[in-house]
């Protein structure tokens, strides 16, 4: 069974900055891509950065310029550098982890953390 161990959140001002990782507990599945999602009250969860073991990035409109996504394939982590934090990117940030075995493509998922940010 894979786990995702979810670290960083937390509550800081309009304009500030927060750091988020996920370390994923077993190394022996193929990685398609590692990543971060986040849901709002009352809404659908959403995108907000993947990167794909090669480095390939695919960043939310919303959120470009200000997150930034990166990963270290060692130790199957995956990190985002929020900066320039918005009220509106107050939500529970979701670790994801997609890999590949026998053609077949499965989604795992971390157990959320908070990120709330103040005006």
């Known amino acids: 069974q894979v786990q995702l161990v979810e670290s960083g959140g937390g509550l800081v001002q309009a304009g500030g900055s927060l750091g988020l990782s996920c370390a994923a507990s077993?190394?022996?599945?193929?990685?398609?891509?590692m990543g971060w999602y986040r849901q709002a009250p009352g809404k659908q969860r959403e995108l907000v950065a993947t990167?794909?073991?090669?480095?390939?990035?695919n960043v939310a409109d919303s959120v470009k310029g200000r997150f930034t996504i990166s990963r270290d394939n060692t130790k199957s982590t995956v990190y985002l550098q929020m900066n320039s934090l918005k009220p509106e990117d107050t939500a529970v940030y979701y670790c994801?982890?997609?890999?590949?075995?026998?053609?077949?493509?499965?989604?795992?998922w971390g157990q959320g953390t908070q990120v709330t940010v103040s005006s």
């Open positions: 994801n982890l997609r890999t590949i075995r026998g053609g077949v493509i499965d989604d795992y």
């Open positions: 077993r190394n022996f599945f193929v990685i398609v891509s």
């Open positions: 990167i794909t073991s090669s480095g390939s990035t």
